[in-house]
């Protein structure tokens, strides 16, 4: 494991290795609030550490973003935000397939596909879920879906930047969890590669 990865979180991770340091999560989580009374991630689509569905991905028409669900975080929570990152990134920065907030800081679930109430940029610089097209030629790369309770609502306006939303997280954690799933190309799938351009 990496040595930049807390002991708390590489517990939590699949094969923990040096992108899972440079995940959000990494940097505005502690020990105190990874998992905090309980503050769980899940979704019905897929299990911890298990492969996405075509679905889900650039390989398929009408991908969607997969449904995922939370219990209830801590007292006091105000607001959710959900981060998905790709821990397998080519190069210095992870790609952002999905920043949403507005969610209330209370159980809840995203449905298949659903359009959630604030959504920024990706990596693309699309307000919506990047759909997973790691190269053809790589392993499956990890794609780590992070939920976080804040204290206090954000104030961001739809499309803001992932710059910009993690920025306004900072201090305002209380509970935090990570649910990885999975993805690796079939030979044959011939949609872009998320790796082909390269994202600011």
């Known amino acids: 494991m990496s040595a930049d990865i807390p002991a708390w979180l590489g517990g939590a991770l699949i094969n923990p290795h040096a992108g899972h340091a440079k995940l959000a999560i990494a940097r505005f989580a502690d020990e105190k609030s990874f998992g905090r009374g309980g503050f769980k991630l899940s979704s019905p689509a897929f299990g911890n550490g298990e492969g996405l569905d075509p679905c889900f991905t650039a390989d398929e028409e ?5 449904p995922l669900e939370w219990n209830a975080p801590p007292p006091g929570s105000q607001e959710i935000v959900i981060l998905v990152e790709d821990a397998d990134t080519h190069g210095d920065v992870l790609t952002c397939h999905w920043s949403v907030w507005g969610l209330p800081g209370q159980k809840g679930m995203l449905l298949e596909g659903e359009v959630p109430p604030r959504v ?9 879920w990047l759909l997973p097209a790691p190269p053809h030629e790589d392993d499956a790369h990890q794609y780590i879906f992070q939920i976080f309770a804040l204290d206090l609502p954000l104030t961001l ?4 930047s992932f710059a910009d939303v993690t920025a306004s997280m900072e201090g305002h954690v209380v509970a935090a969890s990570v649910l990885t799933g999975t993805y690796k190309r079939e030979e044959g799938d011939d949609e872009w590669d998320e790796d082909d351009e390269s994202f600011d």
Do not use: F, H, I, W
Request: net charge neutral; glycine share 12%; charged share 20%.
């Open 62 to 66: 009408d991908a969607v973003a997969p």
């Open 120 to 128: 920024g940029k990706n990596s693309q610089k699309n307000s919506e």
């Open 157 to 160: 306006m739809p499309g803001a």
